[in-house]
């Protein structure tokens, strides 16, 4: 699925991304020039890895039918550069679960939430290929 995202100048830096499905935005802070208006990209990486987290654990905890009565995923991140400029992004990933489960099973959830499709992606190798585009198409 194509991810694209369209700049509004005139709304500082905001720029509305959509999938064909759903539109969503994202924006920088008033220090970075723009009027924080929404998410800035870090934030919206953090949420993939929190909302996969959760979807994850829920649908395992419904197909196991489990007691579970509240699911919270908190992400944080802490980022830096060492000497020669290479940056270093370590998420900080907290699951807090609620419900009559055994601490087996809290162990077993931590398990899978450690095989959500994004965790697995963030942890694996990413490669990112950059191309120009022909021109600006306006619908």
């Not at 720029?15 to 924006?27: E, F, K, P, Q, S």
């Not at 959760?54 to 649908?59: D, F, R, V």
């Not at 290479?86 to 087996?104: L, W």
């Not at 099973?105 to 095989?115: F, G, S």
Request: overall charge negative.
């Amino acid at each position: 699925m194509t991810i694209e995202a369209k700049l509004h100048r005139a709304n500082g830096a905001l720029t509305t991304l959509t999938n064909g499905r759903h539109v969503w935005n994202a924006d920088v802070d008033e220090a970075a020039g723009s009027l924080n208006l929404a998410p800035d990209p870090h934030d919206l990486l953090d949420s993939a890895l929190a909302a996969c987290t959760t979807l994850t654990l829920e649908l395992y905890i419904r197909r196991r039918q489990m007691a579970v009565s509240d699911l919270r995923v908190t992400v944080d991140h802490i980022e830096s550069k060492d000497e020669q400029g290479d940056v270093s992004y370590q998420m900080q990933r907290r699951i807090f679960i609620e419900g009559d489960i055994t601490e087996a099973e809290r162990v077993r959830l931590l398990e899978i939430a450690n095989k959500c499709p994004i965790h697995k992606l963030l942890s694996g190798h990413i490669t990112i290929q950059s191309a120009l585009g022909a021109g600006i198409q306006n619908d």
